[in-house]
Structure formats: C-alpha cells, structure tokens
C-alpha cells in the first residue's frame, strides 16, 4: 500500500496562472517532506522542503503547504512558466524515504 | 568530477544473467539510496546505505544485492535478472537522513 499518493497523474495550466500539485499520506509519523522536479532523462532535482513543525514554507514562485491534520500536502507555484514543465514528486521522511507516483506538470505557453 | 554519477546509462541484459549498475559520488556523503522508477509507482526504495559496510532494505530488496566498501561507491547487482526487473533506476546520496538527496541521471535497465 502506497504511504504517499499523488492522486493527479498529469495538470496543464497556462503560462503565468498558478499550479497546485497535490500529495497525501498516511503516516502521521511522517516529520519531514520535499518535493522533487523531474525533467525527462535526468534524476529528480530537490525543490523544496517542509517539517512538520510548520504549516508554510516559501521560495521564490514556489511555496509548500503541509495540513497535518488532514494528512496533505501542497506545491504552489505562481506564476507558472514553461520551465516549470516536469514531472513532480513529493516525498515524506519516516523511518526512510517514501515518494507518491508523480504528477506531470504542462504549462502552456 | 564533482557530484553522482552513474553507469552504464542504457543496458540491455538477457534473464538470467548477473549485472551490475555503478553508482560513484565525491561528496563523501553518509547515505547512498538505490531507487526504481515505474509508471503508477514513483520512485521505489530497493536500498540504503548509512555508512560504508551498512546497508539496509528498502520496500522492493528482493532481487537485488548491494555492498558499500567505500564510502564513495554503492553497486547495485541483480543476481539473476528478471523481466520484472526493467525499470530506470536512479541512485542517490545525502549527508544525512533528513536532508534532500541529490539524484544522478539514471540507468535505464532492459531485461529481454
């Protein structure tokens, strides 16, 4: 049984709007979650990072929000660009590391 | 060259036969991971390593064997390599548990 899930396979979203990309887990053990960007034939690159101790964490037109009591997470990104385009995975840190399964990100020029 | 690496980057084996996927980083990092990446599943942890000579399984070990002689170096051998096993593998390493890891480019592994 998958510990976290990104229930959204794939999300299109016009150039400059904002993007939500969605995780959930079961865990609440879980203390520490990041999200990863994939570009197609290279390894996931490290994005951003959030502890359980917080509820918000923000870096530059990307910002991470944790709702521990309903066991979720988020990435905002505003405004989006074409670069952003990629696959995204979040990531939480219990006894080692769980990722969901991705959700492929387009943003429309 | 500073950073993870892998090789080979594409490999194509037959069932049955033993290969071996190479991971080498020059940070000196504690942890070395070794994941799988497959469509619907994400990234899979098969193992990890927290020193040299310190290894310990992930969610999907079965398969697979690794060892950790060197801090800098974390093979992963499939012993007897299976259909199931085709899949783009990625190795990664960190400083520590709770920081992020940094990923290298991936093998893609065919089992014919």
């Known amino acids: 049984d998958q510990q976290v899930k990104q229930n959204s396979p794939s999300l299109s979203v016009q150039e400059g709007r904002i993007s939500i990309l969605n995780c959930d887990y079961t865990?609440?053990?879980?203390?520490?979650f990041l999200w990863y960007k994939k570009y197609p034939a290279e390894g996931p690159t490290f994005l951003i990072s959030?502890?359980?101790?917080?509820d918000k964490n923000e870096d530059g037109r990307f910002t991470v929000f944790l709702n521990k009591s309903a066991k979720h997470l988020s990435l905002h990104i505003v405004p989006s660009q074409p670069g952003d385009s990629a696959v995204y995975f979040c990531?939480?840190?219990?006894?080692?590391?769980?990722f969901g399964s991705g959700t492929k990100l387009n943003v429309k020029p | 060259d500073a950073g993870i690496t892998q090789s080979p980057r594409y490999k194509i084996t037959e069932t049955g036969r033993q290969v071996t996927l190479m991971c080498h980083q020059t940070?000196?990092?504690?942890?070395m991971f070794w994941y799988r990446q497959d469509l619907g599943h994400g990234l899979r942890l098969i193992y990890y390593?927290?020193?040299?000579?310190?290894?310990d399984k992930g969610e999907v070990p079965d398969g697979y064997v690794v060892s950790r002689s060197k801090t800098e170096n974390f093979p992963l051998t499939l012993e007897s390599a299976t259909r199931s096993q085709t899949s783009v593998y990625f190795c990664?390493?960190?400083?520590?548990?709770?920081?992020?890891?940094?990923f290298g480019q991936g093998t893609r592994l065919t089992v014919v």
């Open positions: 990664a390493s960190s400083g520590n548990r709770e920081t992020e890891a940094f």
């Open positions: 865990n609440s053990m879980f203390d520490y």
């Open positions: 959030i502890s359980s101790i917080k």
């Open positions: 990531a939480a840190l219990g006894n080692k590391f769980y």
């Open positions: 940070w000196s990092h504690s942890y």
């Open positions: 390593s927290a020193a040299a000579d310190i290894t």
